[in-house]
Structures are given as C-alpha cells and as structure tokens.
C-alpha cells in the first residue's frame, strides 16, 4: 500500500491498475447500501478492499467512513428520534463493545463468527418464511438494555456495528423510520468508541489518511444516493432489504 501512496497512486499494487477504482467502487456501493439500509457498510465495502488494503486499514476506514454515513443519515431522520427509546441500546453497547473486544482475547475469532454466522442465516430464512410476526412488546427498556449489550458483544467481535439491535427493532414492530432512528445511532455511538480505541493505539496512519480523502466524495454520493432511495421504499421492502442483508452479513462471516 505504502507504493501505491508513494507514487501518487500512479503505480499499483501487484501491478493492477484497478487497484484505486475499485477501492472507490467499493466506498460507493458500501455508502449506497448503508444510506438505503441503515447498516452493512463496512460489510459491502470490506469484499473488496481485504483484497487491496491491510485488514488493518480496512477496519480504520470502516470504522471512519461508518461515523460519516451513519452520522449524517441519523441528522436526515433526526425527526425520528426518541432519546428515551434510544439511551438502553446505547448504555448496553458502551458496556458490550469493550466485553466483546475482551472476549476477544482468549476466544478463537473462527469458530464466534461461524456460530454468528449460523445465527444470521437462521434467523432471516425464518423472516423470510414468516413475513409477518407480530411486534413484540414484552421485557420493555431492559430487554432493550440487553439486547444493547449482546450488539456491544457482538461488534467488537466481529465489527458489525448494528446487527442484533436491527434484528430487535424490526421484532418490535417499528416503523422504517423508527428502527432506523434506533439502531443507527447506536452503530454511530460504536464506531465512536471504535475510533476512540484506534487513536489512542496509535493505529491511524498517513497512507490510510490519503485513502480517507480520496474515498470521501464517493461516500457522500453513495450515501445522499442511498437515503433518496430510502425515501421511496415501503415498509415490506425495507424489511425485505434489510432481512436480505442480514443474509448476507451471515453468509460473509461463515466463507
């Protein structure tokens, strides 16, 4: 990567000029389906960066990128915001991200995100089968709490920032808005801790810097892309979208 930056990123690695277009396609696609979605950026984005960068760069950017996509499309559905539904998931993630970053130590990284993987799989082949659940209302804030914790778990695990409180949001019942209004503030809040740890590890380099800028303005127009098409879904396939991308989450972390 250090020749690729060196060289004004006019040499690339392993000799392929496809090297910047498609760290730039990736920064797209992955603004385009988190503004449509609310979450999998890093999921999209990362497919095709780990074959071009450092997965060490690769979490950095995920990281930086997720805090503009997702702090930009929390202040568009600001209208939708209810602190009082928000602060458990919020509290529970604070204490769940460093226990999952823990866990972390001693667990084989494999073999938690096959089981996740599994999970995932499950769940949205369930969904699919049974379109329509009924919401669930029972354990009120301190499921929600819980279920806070179990995401902070689960994301510094695996770095997916928002994946059991979307799950939690749509077995709630809530609106599109409304779940978007949940559990895209939450993965803002991780991905501020996230970036918080990076810094303080001195993680954060000149070369990953110069991709940061480079990759902005196809994040900002893949994300503005995203929400306008958010605009004109409905309730039925923005669930569809979101259990499809849970599929998918789930099949990644498996192969």
């Known amino acids: 990567m250090q020749a690729l930056l060196a060289n004004s990123w006019g040499e690339h690695m392993d000799g392929s000029s496809l090297t910047l277009p498609l760290f730039l396609i990736a920064t797209f696609a992955g603004a385009l389906v988190a503004g449509l979605s609310g979450f999998a950026f890093g999921l999209v984005a990362a497919s095709l960066w780990l074959y071009i960068l450092t997965p060490l760069q690769s979490a950095t950017l995920i990281v930086a990128f997720g805090l503009i996509v997702q702090g930009y499309s929390v202040w568009k559905l600001r209208y939708a915001l209810d602190w009082r539904r928000l602060w458990p998931f919020v509290l529970g993630a604070s204490f769940g991200v460093p226990a999952g970053v823990a866990v972390l130590t001693w667990a084989d990284p494999h073999s938690v995100r096959i089981v996740i993987g599994l999970f995932l799989l499950l769940y949205s082949f369930y969904a699919f089968c049974r379109p329509a659940p009924k919401p669930v209302e029972i354990g009120g804030r301190a499921a929600d709490a819980a279920v806070g914790f179990a995401n902070g778990i689960l994301a510094g695990l695996t770095g997916l920032a928002g994946i059991l409180v979307t799950i939690w949001a749509g077995l709630r019942g809530w609106t599109k808005e409304a779940q978007r209004a949940v559990f895209q503030p939450v993965a803002v809040a991780i991905f501020l801790m996230s970036a918080l740890w990076l810094g303080a590890k001195g993680t954060i380099t000149a070369e990953t810097v110069k991709l940061f800028a480079f990759g902005l303005p196809c994040l900002i127009a893949g994300t503005w892309l995203g929400l306008r098409l958010f605009g004109?879904?409905?309730?039925?396939?923005?669930?569809?979208?979101?259990?499809?991308?849970?599929?998918?989450s789930g099949a990644a972390l498996i192969f």
């Open 232 to 248: 004109s879904i409905n309730e039925a396939t923005f669930r569809n979208i979101v259990l499809a991308l849970l599929f998918v």
